[in-house]
T-cell receptor
Framework: DQQVKQNSPSLSVQEGRISILNCDYT??????FLWYKKYPAEGPTFLIS?????DKNEDGRFTVFLNKSAKHLSLHIVPSQPGDSAVYFC??????????????FGSGTQLTVLP | KAGVTQTPRYLIKTRGQQVTLSCSPI?????VSWYQQTPGQGLQFLFE???????NKGNFPGRFSGRQFSNSRSEMNVSTLELGDSALYLC???????????FGPGTRLTVT
């Protein structure tokens, strides 16, 4: 039962254009969403996040949009750069028992930015 | 501030053996979580420790266990290894208030 889904395993975009990565979730109790970027042989690094009370958060070239009614979020990268080529993971957070926060991850999308 | 460190980085074990992986969190972080990453499966949550107590556990068999020490360092143990345990094991740390978790580089375990 995948609660967080990234249905596109890969995406190729031309340098300078917009990259849009999508993520869907099923659990309406998730209250915080995050995007991580992962290069080969490295651990994931935090990129950007959004609270469930917002519908947009922007940080430089990166913007995350949240549509709660559709249980959908997306990451926009504008303009895309070759260094952005990596695997992008969507993650959702909620409080679980014992006041612990648990992250549930999607399966990732490999973004390739072509020069 | 030093990041999350994991040792060893690479490990090759034989089916039936056991293995222990180590994680040192960022200084001041008391929460340590472990994840398993396999191709096409994303990151699967194993367990989370806070102040030496396991607060949360994912859907993994009892062969997977962990512990946390008083200095917040954590170890993960897998007993009776199976071929399907081959994966990248990631450790992440955070403060009690953070939503974000900060990941180490991972330990690549290969079971033959």
């Amino acid at each position: 039962d995948q609660q967080v889904k990234q249905n596109s395993p890969s995406l190729s975009v031309q340098e300078g254009r917009i990259s849009i990565l999508n993520c869907d979730y099923t659990n309406s109790m998730f209250d915080y969403f995050l995007w991580y970027k992962k290069y080969p042989a490295e651990g994931p690094t935090f990129l950007i996040s959004i609270s469930s009370i917002k519908d947009k958060n922007e940080d430089g070239r990166f913007t995350v949009f949240l549509n709660k009614s559709a249980k959908h979020l997306s990451l926009h990268i504008v303009p895309s750069q070759p260094g952005d080529s990596a695997v992008y993971f969507c993650a959702a957070s909620l409080f679980s028992s014992g006041s612990a926060r648990q992250l549930t991850f999607g399966s990732g999308t490999q973004l390739t930015v072509l020069p | 501030k030093a990041g999350v460190t994991q040792t060893p980085r690479y490990l090759i074990k034989t089916r039936g053996q056991q293995v222990t992986l180590s994680c040192s969190p960022i200084s001041g972080h008391r929460s340590v979580s472990w994840y398993q990453q396999t191709p096409g499966q994303g990151l699967q949550f194993l367990f989370e420790y806070f102040s030496e107590t396991q607060r949360n556990k994912g859907n993994f068999p009892g062969r997977f266990s962990g512990r946390q020490f008083s200095n917040s360092r954590s170890e993960m143990n897998v007993s009776t290894l199976e071929l399907g345990d081959s994966a990248l094991y990631l450790c992440a740390s955070s403060t009690a208030l953070d939503y974000e978790q900060y990941f180490g580089p991972g330990t690549r375990l290969t079971v033959t």
